[in-house]
């Protein structure tokens, strides 16, 4: 038994924001009540959350822990690891690793590596289509039996309409999320950044928001016609945000993510420094304006990182020959508690619930802090100051753009499944 006292605790499920001890079991939550109240056995051990947010377990969504087959850029074990160390309790990890978890022994593999190595729950995501080659529809059922909680071709989108339609089909009837990663490969061919003046001054091939918004115009298309649930990831481009939310004002099942660093760095910061190099690219300074008002305005159900690790020898090339993506563990609470929370733009528990009861809803589960609730809770600091550097991280990889910034705003303790996965020291 672990007992969190002295806690402010955020619970955006039911809207609480108090001073609240919780006493976890070793799965469940088993007592929530007034500071003070609850009365222990001698000898249970005791967690002091003075001056501390108790919320939910935050859930990331989208992310690559690249085992089996990358395992010189992450392991199940790094990635978790550095998860735990950023205050998530649970990773949702994308099917495109070597080989690509297009079937349940890809998928139980996984899940037998991180219940052996895991700092954190993990939770596959399983490809739509076999290899995510975008030609033949993947063992589906057989890797949802086996524990997957979403679809995705990610790293591309869904290859072709008819198969997006077929692959939305069969997971509407198996109550799957389908996750794109929308982009129009033909508009985006050769492109390493977004297309405008930066792109233009660079010398760097862009692409136009229209290669993601076209994508999402036809998934949200297919989503009405199967019944399915659509959930965009790393959604960047205004125009697409606008699709979503015509989406949802018609009542469709379609949700979307955006990531830390969309919400916080726009194409004009872009450099020949190919850390700067991720997909969808970094996007114009009106797309990020329209993210945060989508933050705000309920249009974005969560926050998710996209950690893409990729190992120094692959990554420090010339920005052409770069591989796309970044680490996002580290730096994801700090960007929102800077960017969202103390620039004004949503009260600290709308990002909580970003971070908890957004994702959740979106896989179809609940994150609250009631007895009974998986004991999975991230205990954070809004206001300790620390400096990232990169090279501190479990992660195997160290292409952040974020190195050496300054942040206000930690997790200090992780706790999952009523054991602490990570705490400060
Ligand atoms: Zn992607």
């Given at each position: 038994m672990l007992l969190i006292k002295?806690?402010?605790?955020?619970?955006?499920?039911?809207?609480?924001?108090?001073?609240?001890?919780?006493?976890?079991?070793?799965?469940?939550?088993?007592?929530?009540?007034?500071?003070?109240?609850?009365?222990?056995?001698?000898?249970t051990e005791v967690f002091d959350a003075a001056g501390l947010i108790v919320a939910p377990g935050f859930i990331d969504i989208h992310a690559h822990l690249r085992e089996p087959g990358q395992e010189s850029s992450e392991t199940i074990e790094t990635g978790t690891k550095a998860a735990a160390r950023g205050g998530f309790t649970a990773v949702c990890c994308m099917p495109n690793t070597k080989p690509v978890n297009d079937n349940a022994s890809v998928t139980r593999f996984i899940l037998d590596r991180a219940k052996v190595t895991g700092s954190v729950r993990v939770w596959p995501i399983g490809a739509a289509s076999v290899g995510s080659k975008g030609e033949a529809i993947?063992?589906?059922?057989?890797?949802?039996?086996?524990?997957?909680?979403?679809?995705?071709?990610?790293?591309?989108?869904?290859?072709?309409?008819?198969?997006?339609?077929?692959v939305m089909d069969y997971c509407r009837s198996l109550d799957l999320p389908v996750i794109e990663h929308a982009e129009d490969v033909s508009l985006a061919a050769g492109a390493v950044m977004r297309e405008g003046v930066t792109s233009t001054r660079l010398g760097l091939r862009g692409m136009p928001a229209a290669a993601e918004s076209v994508c999402v115009a036809r998934d949200v298309q297919l989503s009405e016609l199967t019944g399915a649930r659509l959930h965009i990831a790393h959604l960047s481009a205004k125009a697409s945000l606008e699709q979503v939310r015509w989406a949802k004002s018609r009542g469709l099942r379609v949700t979307c993510e955006v990531t830390p660093h969309h919400f916080t760095l726009i194409d004009e910061d872009v450099t020949y420094d190919s850390r700067f190099k991720m997909n969808p690219p970094?996007?114009?300074?009106?797309?990020?304006?329209?993210?945060?008002?989508?933050?705000?305005?309920?249009?974005?159900?969560?926050?998710?990182?996209?950690?893409?690790?990729?190992?120094?020898?692959?990554?420090?090339?010339?920005?052409?020959?770069?591989?796309?993506?970044?680490?996002?563990?580290?730096?994801?609470?700090?960007?929102?508690?800077?960017?969202?929370?103390?620039?004004?733009?949503?009260?600290?528990?709308?990002?909580v619930e970003l971070f908890t009861q957004g994702p959740a809803r979106v896989l179809g589960m609940e994150r609250r802090i009631a007895p009974g609730q998986p004991a999975d809770l991230t205990i954070f600091s809004p206001d300790r100051e620390w400096t990232y550097d990169v090279n501190d991280s479990p992660s195997k990889s160290r292409n952040s753009p974020f190195d050496g910034r300054k942040f206000k705003g930690a997790a200090v303790a992780t706790i999952v499944a009523g054991r602490v996965a990570y705490r400060a020291s």
């Open positions: 002295n806690g402010r605790v955020m619970d955006p499920a039911s809207n609480t924001d108090a001073a609240l001890d919780v006493l976890l079991d070793v799965e469940k939550i088993k007592e929530v009540a007034p500071a003070g109240k609850i009365v222990v056995a001698a000898g993947a063992e589906i059922a057989a890797m949802k039996e086996a524990g997957i909680v979403a679809v995705s071709d990610d790293g591309k989108p869904i290859a072709t309409a008819k198969l997006a339609r077929q970094l996007a114009a300074r009106e797309d990020r304006n329209a993210l945060l008002e989508g933050l705000a305005d309920g249009t974005v159900d969560a926050i998710a990182t996209d950690h893409a690790p990729h190992e120094p020898a692959l990554k420090d090339v010339e920005f052409d020959r770069a591989p796309f993506g970044i680490l996002g563990f580290a730096t994801a609470l700090p960007l929102a508690l800077e960017q969202l929370v103390r620039s004004g733009q949503l009260s600290l528990m709308r990002m």
